[in-house]
């Protein structure tokens, strides 16, 4: 992957989800290309700040903002914060994401619908909040978090890979829509990196799952942050409804 250049001072990102693991290690990488950085956090404010500290440490402005973005009024909370600190939104990276996994038969509507506010609808309103501020300026990078499970399915995962199957649906249709405009839409499908959700699996799950991937180890947040570095950088503009595994091999 080509190395990226830093961003012109006044670029700003949204990073939804960006307290820890992927999203943090996004904010961070973002951060060292030059970005102004908005942290979007949902409960945990301590691990939120710690993103911003490492943010600023690489001498640019960041700052935290507690919202949900599975509502339209957390959205709109987010990006009205966004604005009035920043004054416009150059990249989104739509992180954020929860799981409720279990089999189809013992799936609770409740633990289906979680699952897709958060992970897809959060993403549509995250998407249309960015795209209005991104066709005024004539510029824009949104990049969504998809999954490996969304291409390939999971057993005792459907609402979740529904929702990221849906990201890539919503990835490329937005990508045909806001190409005149300069504005870029692409997706990332991580495999298994390790964060806190990976280390909470059975360790059976776990094992089974090490055992699936060609290059026999599970990734780091840092290379996930690397891709959407690559999609953020200006000499990207020509790649847009693209999605990029980055899985190890997994979805070969």
Not at 190 to 205: H, K, L, S
Request: proline content about 2%.
């Amino acid at each position: 992957m080509a190395r990226t250049e830093t961003a012109p001072a006044a670029r700003c990102a949204i990073v939804t989800g960006g307290s820890r693991g992927i999203g943090r290690a996004i904010c961070v990488r973002l951060a060292k290309m030059g970005y102004k950085v908005c942290v979007n956090y949902a409960g945990n404010a301590a691990a939120a700040e710690e993103t911003v500290a490492l943010c600023t440490q690489q001498g640019v402005e960041a700052f935290s903002v507690q919202a949900d973005v599975s509502t339209a009024e957390g959205c709109e909370t987010l990006f009205a914060l966004a604005d009035e600190r920043f004054g416009r939104v150059d990249v989104l990276v739509n992180n954020a994401g929860v799981t409720r996994d279990g089999l189809l038969l013992r799936m609770s509507e409740e633990d289906f619908d979680k699952v897709l506010d958060t992970n897809l609808k959060g993403a549509f309103f995250c998407c249309k909040a960015a795209a209005k501020r991104m066709m005024r300026q004539r510029y824009g990078r949104i990049i969504n978090l998809s999954s490996v499970v969304g291409l390939r399915g999971n057993a005792g995962q459907a609402n979740y890979a529904a929702s990221k199957a849906g990201l890539i649906g919503l990835t490329k249709s937005l990508a045909k829509e806001l190409a005149t405009r300069n504005i870029t839409v692409n997706a990332i499908a991580p495999g298994f990196i390790a964060t806190d959700m990976t280390d909470a699996m059975p360790e059976a799950a776990r094992t089974a799952t090490l055992a699936s991937i060609p290059a026999g180890r599970p990734g780091a947040p840092e290379e996930i942050a690397e891709a959407a570095a690559f999609f953020a950088a200006e000499t990207s503009g020509y790649i847009t409804g693209q999605v990029l595994c980055v899985d190890g091999g997994m979805a070969v």
